[in-house]
């Protein structure tokens, strides 16, 4: 069993920036391709960034290529979303999942509770 806990959320102005974190526990970390996804009020939960368990490989989502970059330090079983020039449209809960299997888009093993991010117009 894997634990996966995010943390990182908040209010934000429009163009201002967040980094979210997810750390997880319970099994070795590399082992685990990583993703973020989120979901809107009234939507469904979307796949937004992935990265594979050397974090040589990412991929992202349309709408946040050239402004969310996802990273991991497997030192510190940890993957990171930096959250650049925000917009009220990525506001959303965030959750942070583990893939067994490697895959960069899932399906996810693994999900986090997820944070809330609110970008503010």
């Known amino acids: 069993q894997v634990q996966v806990v995010e943390s990182g959320g908040g209010l934000v102005q429009a163009g201002g920036s967040l980094r979210l974190s997810c750390a997880t526990s319970?099994?070795?970390?590399?082992?685990?391709?990583m993703g973020w996804h989120r979901q809107a009020p009234g939507k469904e939960r979307v796949f937004v960034a992935g990265?594979?368990?050397?974090?040589?490989?990412?991929d992202y989502t349309d709408s946040v290529k050239g402004r969310f970059t996802i990273s991991r330090d497997n030192a510190k079983n940890t993957v990171y979303l930096q959250m650049n020039s925000l917009k009220p449209e990525d506001t959303a809960i965030y959750y942070c999942?583990?893939?067994?299997?490697?895959?960069?888009?899932?399906?996810?093993?693994?999900w986090g509770q997820g944070t809330q991010v609110t970008v503010s117009s």
């Open positions: 999942a583990a893939d067994t299997y490697g895959r960069l888009r899932g399906p996810y093993d693994y």
């Open positions: 990265i594979s368990r050397s974090g040589l490989s990412t």
């Open positions: 319970g099994r070795t970390f590399s082992m685990y391709s």
